[in-house]
Antibody, heavy 121, light 108 residues
Framework: EVQLLESGGGLVQPGGSLRLSCAAT????????MSWVRQAPGKGLEWVSG????????FYADSVKGRFTISRDNSKNTLYLQMNSLRAEDTALYYC??????????????WGQGTLVIVSS | DIQMTQSPSSLSASVGDRVTITCRAS??????LNWYQQKPGKAPKLLIY???GLQSGVPSRFSGSGSGTDFTLTISGLQPEDFATYYC??????????FGQGTKLEIK
């Protein structure tokens, strides 16, 4: 059974940093691209960042480019999101999501339950 | 960037109804359009991939259609568990994805 378990969220001051983790089980982690998707309180879904199965290619939404860094450790079956220079508008529930296949257009077939990030002084 | 617009933003329906939600892209996304269902306090769940593919385990009352810029999600015979928020997502520019703003389906 595929499982994705996020951790690392919390309360951080504006300008601060946080690192999110997503532990994956139940599938060959290195074979699938992964993404982070966030949802601000009461709002819709926003794709944040993605990474290829090998980790060699990374992608970012304009809203986080230059501040967030996605990475993965395939030996630990874990996805990461390093978030720096955090802003109030980064407050959201952060989900990790697995791509359905190996194509660039593949949908997300499994999602974690999310980890909450609150940026506030 | 490709913008996705869903309509309506909310709708009320009764158990047993047939419901259609539409999603329009700001430019052609071919058939690279996915639909998700999200219930309160839960993660999104994939329903439909590449416009009309039914994800494993999803009931056949859910169906998707469309290509280019206009897409629909249809639920035939609403069940109580279908009341949720639905999102479309374009993956044409994957891995730079865009979601629609969501459609909240409520009980009439």
């Amino acid at each position: 059974e595929v499982q994705l378990l996020e951790s690392g969220g919390g309360l951080v001051q504006p300008g601060g940093s946080l690192r999110l983790s997503c532990a994956a089980t139940g599938f060959t982690f290195s074979s699938y691209g992964m993404s982070w998707v966030r949802q601000a309180p009461g709002k819709g879904l926003e794709w944040v960042s993605g990474i290829s199965g090998s980790g060699g290619s990374t992608f970012y939404a304009d809203s986080v480019k230059g501040r967030f860094t996605i990475s993965r450790d395939n030996s630990k079956n874990t996805l990461y999101l390093q978030m720096n220079s955090l802003r109030a508008e980064d407050t959201a529930l952060y989900y990790c999501a697995k791509k359905r296949g190996s194509e660039s257009y593949d949908a997300f077939d499994y999602w974690g339950q999310g980890t909450l990030v609150i940026v506030s002084s | 960037d490709i913008q996705m617009t869903q309509s309506p933003s909310s709708l009320s329906a009764s158990v047993g109804d047939r419901v259609t939600i539409t999603c329009r892209a700001s430019q052609s996304v071919s058939t690279y359009l996915n639909w998700y269902q999200q219930k309160p306090g839960k993660a999104p769940k994939l329903l439909i991939y590449t416009a009309s593919g039914l994800q494993s385990g999803v009931p056949s009352r859910f169906s998707g259609s469309g290509s280019g810029t206009d897409f629909t999600l249809t639920i035939s015979g609403l069940q109580p568990e279908d009341f949720a928020t639905y999102y479309c997502q374009q993956s044409y520019s994957g891995p730079l994805y865009t979601f629609g703003q969501g459609t909240k389906l409520e009980i009439k």
